[in-house]
């Protein structure tokens, strides 16, 4: 069993910044892909960046392509959003995942996905 607890999140005026960090316990860390999803108002859950067991391998959602960075501690067992330039349609509730194949992450929008965060809500203010 993993365990995932998001934190982070908060008011952030528009063009500001959050680290989002999520804190994995259980089962070994290293062994797992990570992703971080969101889900905006009235809208279904989106994937927004995910990175590969060892952190080398990143993919980002054009929305957020060169504004949010993807990392990871394996040491830690904790992966992390950085997200700059943030905008108002930010706004959401985010949520990480954890999966130990990394193209189950882009299937069906990791609802196959074999752990989830409660989520972190961000937002952001215009």
């Known amino acids: 069993q993993v365990r995932l607890v998001e934190s982070g999140g908060g008011l952030v005026q528009a063009g500001g910044s959050l680290r989002l960090s999520c804190a994995a316990s259980?089962?070994?860390?290293?062994?797992?892909?990570m992703a971080w999803f969101r889900q905006r108002p009235g809208k279904e859950r989106e994937s927004v960046s995910t990175i590969s067991r060892s952190g080398n391998v990143t993919y980002y959602a054009d929305s957020v392509k060169g504004r949010f960075s993807i990392s990871r501690d394996n040491a830690r067992n904790t992966v992390y959003l950085q997200m700059n330039s943030l905008k108002p349609d930010d706004t959401a509730v985010y949520y990480c995942?954890?999966?130990?194949?990394?193209?189950?992450?882009?299937?069906?929008?990791?609802?196959?996905?074999?752990?989830w965060g409660q989520g972190t809500q961000v937002t952001v203010s215009s």
């Open positions: 259980g089962r070994t860390f290293s062994s797992f892909s």
């Open positions: 995942a954890a999966d130990p194949i990394f193209a189950r992450m882009f299937s069906n929008n990791c609802r196959g996905c074999a752990y």
